[in-house]
């Protein structure tokens, strides 16, 4: 497994959220406490994939749930911009990550930056 990002990175990730789980699965805590990789680095992945842009505010359950996810939930997630699907490098999925808008639970659209920032998309 990679090394776990840092305190001062899930904070800022907390914070630009709201605190706010921003996946709110079936049975959703609503408290954030992770910052969820958008797309998964698996088993050590890139570090490339550690930028805030590819990081969301989750509880503990969604954070667990969401790779488990498949057909139209999983569909949703990805409409949703709350997974990222592979790319052909992991460079491929950061510039992903950087591009793909997330919805979220209130029904806005941002587009999140690695510097923990987000602009909405109107």
Request: charged content about 30%.
């Given at each position: ?120 998309v109107k």
């Open positions: 497994m990679g090394k776990p990002l840092s305190k001062k990175v899930v904070a800022a990730v907390l914070k630009r959220d709201g605190g706010l789980c921003v996946i709110q699965l079936d049975g959703c805590l609503r408290d954030a406490n992770v910052a969820d990789h958008r797309r998964n680095r698996g088993s050590g992945g890139a570090r490339s994939l550690d930028g805030k842009s590819n990081l969301i505010a989750a509880c503990g359950l969604c954070n667990g749930a969401k790779e488990d996810t498949k057909g139209e939930l999983r569909d949703l997630l990805i409409a949703r911009g709350v997974i990222i699907e592979s790319g052909r490098t992991h460079e491929h999925e950061a510039q992903k990550a950087r591009e793909t808008p997330v919805w979220y639970p209130d029904g806005r659209v941002w587009r999140l930056d690695d510097h923990g920032g987000k602009t909405e």
